[in-house]
């Protein structure tokens, strides 16, 4: 729209009311970056904003003299800056579907050949403002997340195989670790974290311990430490070559080691370390299996 309407002396700018703080993870399923001012820069710079994005979460106090009720929601002014439409984009939020009705342009179009509005105010559907009073839903999240059961089940050579092949709808992040292994203790509450994003919308994580079985004991104390309430595994065999060579021939032995694979089996990433939660995100969040809209 700013590339259509830029040289007929229409100005846009977009407004984030979002406060970061009330923001939960699992409503960031479709994102690699959250709502933070640092965080936009990133959105802005990736998406190639070609017009003002401004950050309104910590006093809110454009966004309330607005009123938004949804994101997005749009309020366009005339020259005299008398409001003379509000309401959605268009009449869909699939944005691979045609829109039957452009009312945001509809408008900017009657403005521009000065005519009257037709549609003045629309109803608008979407995400509900995160307003900073709405903080106490993090704390409930949090409550909520810690009550889920926490379990690990035994896995040989024969699972490995199935969980490489994916016969899921799902992004599958295999994650391989130990208690023992320093790397891999420091980045698991991120892998938590990233799991409690992208969960619900098409993606899943599994994590596999190398511990020895006497002490599968302690790795299931970790993982209840660290809420991890994703599918757990501990490797039954003896032979810990044949189970690197099921899992990746690739993968040199180094742990911690995590692997992205799409249903059918395709693996989309693989690291030997600790991740780069930045771009495994960004990852994540540009394959196709984790589609553009909420499921």
């Known amino acids: ?43 802005a710079k990736n998406a190639g904003f070609n017009f003002p994005y401004l950050y309104d979460g910590d006093t809110e106090t454009a966004s309330n003299q607005y009123g938004p009720v949804t994101t997005p929601h749009i309020f366009i002014f005339d020259r005299a800056r008398i409001l003379r439409y509000n309401g959605r984009i268009d009449d869909t939020e699939d944005p691979h579907k045609i829109p039957h009705s ?58 490995l195989a199935a969980l490489v092949k994916n016969k899921t709808g799902k992004l599958r992040l295999i994650n391989v670790w130990a208690t023992w292994c320093v790397p891999c203790v420091q980045e698991f509450p991120d892998l938590v974290t990233l799991n409690r994003m992208y969960r619900d919308r098409g993606y899943e994580m599994v994590s596999i311990s190398m ?56 693996i989309v990433y693989s690291r030997q370390g600790i991740n780069n939660f930045d771009s495994l995100k960004k990852i994540i969040f540009d394959d196709p299996f984790m589609g553009r809209i909420y499921k």
Not at 253 to 261: C, D, K, Q, T
């Open 1 to 43: 729209m700013t590339t259509d309407y830029k040289d007929k002396g229409v100005a846009v700018v977009a407004i984030n009311p979002n406060h970061p703080g009330s923001l939960r993870l699992d409503e960031l399923g479709y994102s690699d970056v959250g709502d933070s001012f640092d965080e936009m820069k990133i959105r």
């Open 211 to 266: 511990d020895d079985a006497k002490d599968r004991h302690k790795a299931l104390l970790f993982l209840q430490k660290n809420e991890c309430s994703s599918p757990n595994y501990i490797f039954s065999g003896e032979d810990k070559y044949k189970f690197m060579d099921v899992l990746d021939p690739a993968w040199q032995g180094a742990l911690p080691y995590s692997m992205l694979i799409e249903p059918g089996g395709k």
């Open 102 to 159: 452009r009312d945001a342009l509809n408008a900017i179009d009657a403005l521009l050949n000065n005519r009257e509005v037709a549609v003045t105010t629309t109803k608008v559907f979407g995400c509900s403002i995160k307003w900073a009073e709405k903080m106490v839903w993090i704390q409930k999240a949090a409550i909520t997340w810690a009550k889920e059961p926490v379990k690990m089940d035994t896995l040989d050579l024969n699972d």
